[in-house]
C-alpha cells in the first residue's frame, strides 16, 4: 500500500476556512432551534416575510401590532391567555434570532460561493455540491416555515412530522458540509483489503446516528421528553406495557408518546453497542493507528451524548440540558462522520514531482 501526503493549495484552503465558518454557523442554528423548541417560541411569529422580516418590531406601537397577531392564533388563545407584552417579547425574540440566523447562514454561503466561482477558485466537481448544499439550505427555509404554519391552523403544536423533516434537513446539511470538508482536507491514502468490513460499518454508523437524530426530533415533536422522566426503567417496567397499542401499530412509532421514547431510548442501546464494537474492531489493529484517536473521540462523544440523555430525561428536560442533548447529537454525527471519512480511498499519480489525486467511494486496495 502506498500512503501519499497531500498539502492543500491556497484556494482550497480558502474555500475549508470558509466551509467550516459556514459549518459552525449551521451548528449554531440547530442549537438555536433546540431552545426555540424548548421554549415554546416558534409559534410567536406567525407571517414570515424572507426579506421584510428582517428588521424587529423598532417601536412600542409595532410590538404592540405584532402582539395583536399573535393573540388571533391558536397559542395565544389555548395556552397562553393573558401573556403579557414582556412576556412575549421574549419568546417573539427566540424565533426571530433562528430565521434571522438562517438568512445569514444563506448569506455567508451565497455570496463567497459566487466569488469563487468567478475568480476560478473551485476545483473540478466540487461546483455541484455546493450549489447542492445551497439549494437543500433553500429547502430548509421553505420546511420550517411549512413546519410553523401546522401549529397556526387548530392545534397551538408543529406537527412532529414536520418537525423531524426540518431537523433531519439540517442535519444532513451539516453533515454532507463536514464531509465535503473532509474531502478538501484529508490526506492521500488507501483502504486496507482487511480494512473493507470496518469500512462499511463505520458508514453504517453515520447513518445510524442520524436516525438516531431523527428519533429525537419525533421526541421533541411530541414532547415525549417530560414523561416518564424515570431510568432506566420507563415507568415500573424496561419494557413496559401499551407500547406499540395503536391500530394500525406502526402509527405508534410516530405518534404513541410511549412507544416513541421507548423507541429512541433502545435506538441509542443499540448505538452504544454498535459504536462499541466498532471502536474494539478499530483499536485492536495496529496497522491502523492513525485511525485510532478519532475512535477514541467517537467513544468520547458517546459517553458524553449518553449522560447529557439520560441527565436531561431525569430532569424533565431543562432547556440547558436539552439543548446541550442536542448538540451532542450533531458533535457525535460529527465524530462518525471523521471516521468513517477517514476509510475513504483515493487514487493518485505523480505528475513532475506533483501529487495529483482523484477520489473514489470504492474501498478497493491500493498498492
Same mark, same amino acid.
Given at each position: 500500500?502506498?500512503?501519499?501526503?497531500?498539502?492543500?493549495?491556497?484556494?482550497?484552503?480558502?474555500?475549508?476556512?470558509?466551509?467550516?465558518?459556514?459549518?459552525?454557523?449551521?451548528?449554531?442554528?440547530?442549537?438555536?432551534?433546540?431552545?426555540?423548541?424548548?421554549?415554546?417560541?416558534?409559534?410567536?411569529?406567525?407571517?414570515?416575510?424572507?426579506?421584510?422580516?428582517?428588521?424587529?418590531?423598532?417601536?412600542?406601537?409595532?410590538?404592540?401590532?405584532?402582539?395583536?397577531?399573535?393573540?388571533?392564533?391558536?397559542?395565544?388563545?389555548?395556552?397562553?391567555?393573558?401573556?403579557?407584552?414582556?412576556?412575549?417579547?421574549?419568546?417573539?425574540?427566540?424565533?426571530?434570532?433562528?430565521?434571522?440566523?438562517?438568512?445569514?447562514?444563506?448569506?455567508?454561503?451565497?455570496?463567497?460561493?459566487?466569488?469563487?466561482?468567478?475568480?476560478?477558485?473551485?476545483? $473540478? @466537481?466540487?461546483?455541484?455540491?455546493?450549489? &447542492? !448544499?445551497? =439549494? #437543500?439550505?433553500?429547502?430548509?427555509? /421553505?420546511? %420550517?416555515?411549512?413546519?410553523?404554519?401546522?401549529?397556526?391552523?387548530?392545534?397551538?403544536?408543529?406537527?412532529?412530522?414536520?418537525?423531524?423533516?426540518?431537523?433531519?434537513?439540517?442535519?444532513?446539511?451539516?453533515?454532507?458540509?463536514?464531509?465535503?470538508?473532509?474531502?478538501?482536507?484529508?490526506?492521500?491514502?488507501?483502504?486496507?483489503?482487511?480494512? $473493507? @468490513?470496518?469500512?462499511?460499518?463505520?458508514? &453504517? !454508523?453515520? =447513518? #445510524?446516528?442520524?436516525?438516531?437524530? /431523527?428519533? %429525537?426530533?419525533?421526541?421533541?415533536?411530541?414532547?415525549?421528553?417530560?414523561?416518564?422522566?424515570?431510568?432506566?426503567?420507563?415507568?415500573?417496567?424496561?419494557?413496559?406495557?401499551?407500547?406499540?397499542?395503536?391500530?394500525?401499530?406502526?402509527?405508534?412509532?410516530?405518534?404513541?408518546?410511549?412507544?416513541?421514547?421507548?423507541?429512541?431510548?433502545?435506538?441509542?442501546?443499540?448505538?452504544?453497542?454498535?459504536? &462499541?464494537?466498532?471502536?474494539?474492531?478499530?483499536?485492536?489493529?495496529?496497522?491502523?493507528?492513525?485511525?485510532?484517536?478519532?475512535?477514541?473521540?467517537?467513544?468520547?462523544?458517546?459517553?458524553?451524548?449518553?449522560?447529557?440523555?439520560?441527565?436531561?430525561?431525569?430532569?424533565?428536560?431543562?432547556?440547558?440540558?436539552?439543548?446541550?442533548?442536542?448538540?451532542?447529537?450533531?458533535?457525535?454525527?460529527?465524530?462518525?462522520?471523521?471516521?468513517?471519512?477517514?476509510?475513504?480511498?483515493?487514487?493518485?499519480?505523480?505528475?513532475?514531482?506533483?501529487?495529483?489525486?482523484?477520489?473514489?467511494?470504492?474501498?478497493?486496495?491500493?498498492?
Amino acid at each position: 500500500m502506498t500512503i501519499y501526503n497531500q498539502t492543500l493549495n491556497t484556494y482550497d484552503r480558502q474555500i475549508v476556512n470558509w466551509l467550516i465558518i459556514c459549518a459552525l454557523v449551521i451548528f449554531g442554528m440547530i442549537m438555536l432551534g433546540g431552545a426555540t423548541r424548548l421554549t415554546n417560541s416558534g409559534l410567536s411569529m406567525v407571517e414570515w416575510r424572507p426579506l421584510l422580516g428582517v428588521i424587529p418590531p423598532l417601536s412600542e406601537s409595532s410590538w404592540l401590532a405584532v402582539f395583536e397577531k399573535y393573540q388571533q392564533f391558536p397559542e395565544y388563545k389555548k395556552l397562553n391567555q393573558g401573556m403579557t407584552l414582556g412576556e412575549f417579547k421574549v419568546i417573539f425574540m427566540y424565533e426571530y434570532l433562528h430565521r434571522v440566523l438562517g438568512r445569514l447562514i444563506g448569506v455567508l454561503f451565497f455570496f463567497p460561493m459566487i466569488y469563487f466561482t468567478v475568480k476560478k477558485r473551485i476545483k $473540478s @466537481g466540487l461546483s455541484p455540491k455546493l450549489w &447542492g !448544499l445551497f =439549494f #437543500l439550505g433553500g429547502c430548509q427555509g /421553505l420546511l %420550517g416555515w411549512y413546519m410553523v404554519k401546522s401549529g397556526l391552523v387548530d392545534k397551538p403544536h408543529v406537527s412532529q412530522y414536520r418537525l423531524m423533516a426540518h431537523l433531519g434537513l439540517a442535519t444532513a446539511i451539516f453533515g454532507y458540509m463536514l464531509w465535503v470538508i473532509c474531502d478538501l482536507m484529508r490526506p492521500v491514502k488507501s483502504v486496507l483489503k482487511e480494512d $473493507s @468490513g470496518i469500512a462499511y460499518l463505520s458508514m &453504517g !454508523l453515520v =447513518f #445510524l446516528v442520524f436516525f438516531m437524530i /431523527l428519533s %429525537g426530533g419525533l421526541v421533541a415533536g411530541t414532547d415525549a421528553g417530560f414523561a416518564f422522566n424515570t431510568w432506566p426503567m420507563i415507568g415500573s417496567d424496561f419494557i413496559p406495557a401499551g407500547i406499540y397499542g395503536m391500530d394500525p401499530y406502526w402509527l405508534a412509532i410516530f405518534e404513541d408518546i410511549l412507544t416513541i421514547q421507548f423507541n429512541h431510548r433502545m435506538f441509542a442501546y443499540f448505538i452504544l453497542c454498535y459504536s &462499541g464494537f466498532v471502536a474494539w474492531r478499530i483499536l485492536r489493529n495496529p496497522k491502523r493507528a492513525e485511525i485510532h484517536f478519532r475512535a477514541i473521540l467517537l467513544l468520547a462523544a458517546l459517553l458524553i451524548q449518553t449522560s447529557l440523555g439520560i441527565s436531561a430525561l431525569l430532569l424533565h428536560v431543562p432547556v440547558v440540558l436539552g439543548v446541550a442533548h442536542q448538540a451532542g447529537a450533531i458533535l457525535l454525527l460529527s465524530t462518525a462522520i471523521l471516521l468513517a471519512h477517514a476509510f475513504r480511498e483515493e487514487s493518485v499519480r505523480t505528475i513532475e514531482g506533483r501529487t495529483v489525486g482523484s477520489s473514489f467511494s470504492s474501498l478497493s486496495t491500493q498498492t
